[in-house]
């Protein structure tokens, strides 16, 4: 089953040549994708660079501007609907997501049809953080278990596996994130639906170089879009009773 790593990039020129080396070297065979939003310091033309060294390997989609994880995912997802890949992993430019659970991640999906790279599935694996966003981190998750029903214990995590039948499954016009929340939106679109969802464990580790996406506005959209998922999907249930889609088959 042929895999794609989408890697979203705004300002990681300090980052993006050490993941693509990273998850080149891996044992599992995985091409990359790119996903520039305009990064003024640089990084599509590395991603340039990187894409001409490892032709065939290594692609980049540039867009015009910056505007959001989740619209940056969006258009990675339909540029790749028009390519030819079974599988589709999400993971961070920043190093934090070691690209050494590549294996586990594709071993899981073979059950599966959306595989959740989690910090909390064994206790608590993240490095150098300190307490304050660690609480931060785990009330969220509890936040979003409590409100939309999902059991996973890292319902936020961006290092995923899909596979490309659920992808296409999804309604990505209705998706209302543009940033992280978009994690979470996904995530419960496939819950919705009933398609198998595991979780593997991973150690995630905070960037080295760069600066944190995360700020008020992030925090904001996700605290009051979780209510506003939940309750679209309630009215939406309400509306439209009809009954929800069959598991994906196993195949490859």
């Not at 989690?118 to 953080?129: C, E, I």
């Not at 307490?131 to 059991?151: C, D, E, N």
């Given at each position: 089953m042929k895999a794609v790593v989408v890697v979203p990039t705004y300002n990681e020129r300090d980052n993006l040549e050490k993941l693509v080396n990273q998850i080149?070297?891996?044992?599992?065979?995985?091409?990359?994708l790119i996903v520039?939003?305009?990064?003024?310091?640089?990084?599509?033309?590395?991603?340039?660079?990187?894409?001409?060294?490892?032709?065939?390997?290594?692609?980049?989609l540039h867009r015009l501007r910056k505007e959001g994880l989740g619209r940056a995912y969006v258009a990675a997802f339909r540029h790749i609907f028009e390519l030819d890949y079974d599988l589709v992993i999400q993971m961070d430019a920043d190093l934090s997501h070691s690209p050494s659970y590549l294996s586990d991640l594709l071993r899981e999906i073979r059950d599966h049809d959306l595989v959740l790279g989690?910090?909390?599935?064994?206790?608590?694996?993240?490095?150098?953080?300190d307490?304050?966003?660690?609480?931060?981190?785990?009330?969220?998750?509890?936040?979003?278990?409590?409100?939309?029903?999902?059991?996973f214990t890292d319902a936020t995590s961006g290092f995923k596996c899909w596979r490309?039948?659920?992808?296409?499954?999804?309604?990505?016009?209705s998706l209302l994130a543009n940033g992280y929340l978009f994690q979470?939106?996904?995530?419960?679109?496939a819950f919705q639906m009933r398609f198998r969802i595991a979780e593997v464990p991973i150690i995630f580790y905070e960037r080295d170089f760069g600066r944190s996406k995360i700020d008020l506005n992030v925090i904001s959209e996700a605290l009051f879009g979780v209510i506003q998922l939940r309750l679209r999907r309630l009215f939406s249930?309400?509306?439209?009773?009809?009954?929800?889609?069959?598991?994906?088959?196993?195949?490859?």
């Open positions: 080149l070297s891996q044992p599992v065979v995985c091409d990359i520039d939003d305009n990064s003024p310091d640089g990084t599509g033309a590395i991603a340039d660079r990187l894409a001409a060294s490892f032709p065939g390997k290594v692609a980049v989690s910090r909390y599935v064994r206790g608590v694996n993240v490095v150098n953080w307490f304050k966003r660690l609480l931060l981190s785990k009330l969220a998750t509890q936040y979003v278990r409590l409100i939309t029903g999902m059991r490309r039948e659920l992808l296409e499954a999804l309604d990505l016009d979470i939106e996904a995530t419960y679109q249930r309400r509306a439209n009773p009809a009954p929800r889609r069959k598991r994906l088959t196993v195949s490859g």
